[in-house]
């Protein structure tokens, strides 16, 4: 490992990741798979509609104009180009 990690805190020979300390949101079990919201980042279980901390919609966004899924986060429909909204 070069001088990057030693500056941003990451030890020798550690490779783990900043998702694994992931917690499971009370009242939930410890086992349950969690998802994060793509506006407040908080965990929220995997079958979640909304999230539970900023109620935005953990469902991927259609496209207004031709239907096509697109991807969580996006802004613009990857199939024609269309605002996302």
């Given at each position: 490992m070069g001088h990057f990690g030693k500056w941003f805190g990451r030890r020798h020979g550690?490779?783990?990741?900043?998702h694994?300390?992931?917690?499971a949101p009370a009242g939930y079990p410890p086992s349950l798979a969690l998802q994060g919201c793509p506006s407040c980042r908080q965990g929220n279980a995997?079958?979640?509609?909304f999230?539970?901390?900023?109620?935005?919609?953990?469902?991927?966004p259609r496209c207004g104009q031709c239907g096509q899924?697109?991807?969580?986060?996006?802004?613009?429909?990857?199939?024609c180009g269309a605002g996302l909204g």
């Open positions: 550690h490779h783990e990741s900043i694994h300390d992931r917690q995997a079958h979640a509609r999230c539970q901390h900023c109620g935005i919609s953990l469902q991927p899924q697109a991807a969580p986060g996006a802004r613009f429909c990857g199939q």
